[in-house]
């Protein structure tokens, strides 16, 4: 249960910083808390794609994940973020993602800071 609030919570971090530092990745929100609850929800949507589409996904595309040495791994990510953003439209949450190559950059910020928060934070085993 620890890993998964730890989990989640790196997620909402990143995608934090993703909303920081791309125009095209937007938040919107009347005050802080809705922001950080809309966070928290659209990390949770994250999670739950990263951990039953993402799968799948890989496996249909791994003959191109060999042939790109796994550099198509980004445009799953992408992909998944893009999914991401479509659920917390279906969802009635004000997160969304403009376009294929904000969210390839997206995916990648959000990689390289959940990767760095997850060599500092516990991982509860």
Known sequence: ?????????????????????????????????SKALTLILVALIFGLVNAVVKPITKLLSLPLLILTLGL?????NALMLMLTSWLAEQFDLAFHVEGFWTAVLGALVISLVSWALSVVLPDGE
């Open 72 to 76: 198509f791994t980004l445009v799953i």
């Open 1 to 33: 249960m620890v890993n998964f609030l730890v989990r989640t919570i790196a997620n909402a971090v990143a995608l934090a910083v993703a909303v920081w530092l791309l125009d095209d990745i937007t938040l919107t929100g009347d005050d802080t808390a």
